[in-house]
């Protein structure tokens, strides 16, 4: 009998198989080396001021990632945990923050899948759980590491994060996971 994306341990399908954990934290390990290149080539776009926050998505994309590859309870979460976690143990400017951020951006991604039950995955959704990952990141900066600038400069930012969430991440999630399909990394995975 050939193992399928059917085959599942419980009846509601949610239930983690091991191929699951590994592709997850696989992923993961890959976008904390993502992190790592992006905050090597940040300062190269402070010349651009706040719409250098166009660029945030790079954060958020193991969330979204994770997820729809998954699409399992915890997905995101997970995900961008693992990169999190391993961008703080390579060195992180940010420290042990980063583990609370990634925990916060996972975490507002879960709550939007976890609200289509874990079973809508249009660009529709992804931008929506993607503008939510960015909203809970864009809080949690403006309080621990811009809490001096004005809320004109926050708005600003915040628009240029909403753009990169709303447009750049789920397409970038979509090509990527695309790119995985093809190479015949994700079978077994829905598609």
Request: charged share 10%.
């Given at each position: ?6 085959d599942r341990?419980t ?10 954990i ?10 904390g080396?993502a992190?790592?290149?992006?905050n ?11 719409a ?14 994770g ?11 997970f995900?961008e945990?693992v990169?999190?976690g391993?961008f703080?143990?390579t060195?992180s400017?940010?420290g ?5 951020s990634?925990?916060?951006?996972g975490?507002?991604?879960e709550l939007?899948?976890?609200?289509t039950?874990?079973r809508?995955?249009?660009?529709p959704v992804?931008?929506?759980a993607?503008?939510?990952s960015?909203?809970?990141?864009l ?6 590491w811009?809490?001096?600038?004005s809320v ?6 915040a ?8 447009v750049?991440?789920?397409?970038a999630a ?6 995985l ?6 079978e077994?995975?829905p598609a």
């Amino acid at each position: 009998m050939s193992t399928t994306y059917d085959d599942r341990a419980t009846a509601d399908g949610f239930a983690w198989r091991t191929r699951d954990i590994v592709v997850a934290a696989v992923l993961g390990v890959a976008f904390g080396i993502a992190f790592n290149a992006a905050n090597a080539a940040w300062p190269i776009f402070d010349v651009l001021g706040p719409a250098q926050n166009l660029l945030y998505g790079i954060w958020l994309l193991p969330a979204i990632v994770g997820a729809l590859v998954i699409r399992k309870p915890g997905a995101a979460l997970f995900t961008e945990m693992v990169a999190a976690g391993l961008f703080t143990l390579t060195g992180s400017q940010w420290g042990v923050d980063t583990l609370l951020s990634g925990f916060l951006q996972g975490g507002a991604a879960e709550l939007v899948f976890a609200a289509t039950r874990y079973r809508s995955w249009s660009f529709p959704v992804l931008a929506v759980a993607s503008l939510a990952s960015a909203a809970a990141a864009l809080v949690h900066d403006w309080i621990v590491w811009y809490p001096t600038y004005s809320v004109d400069v926050i708005l600003v930012i915040a628009l240029f994060m909403a753009v990169s969430a709303v447009v750049l991440v789920p397409l970038a999630a979509l090509a990527i996971v695309r790119a995985l399909r093809q190479a015949g990394v994700l079978e077994g995975f829905p598609a």
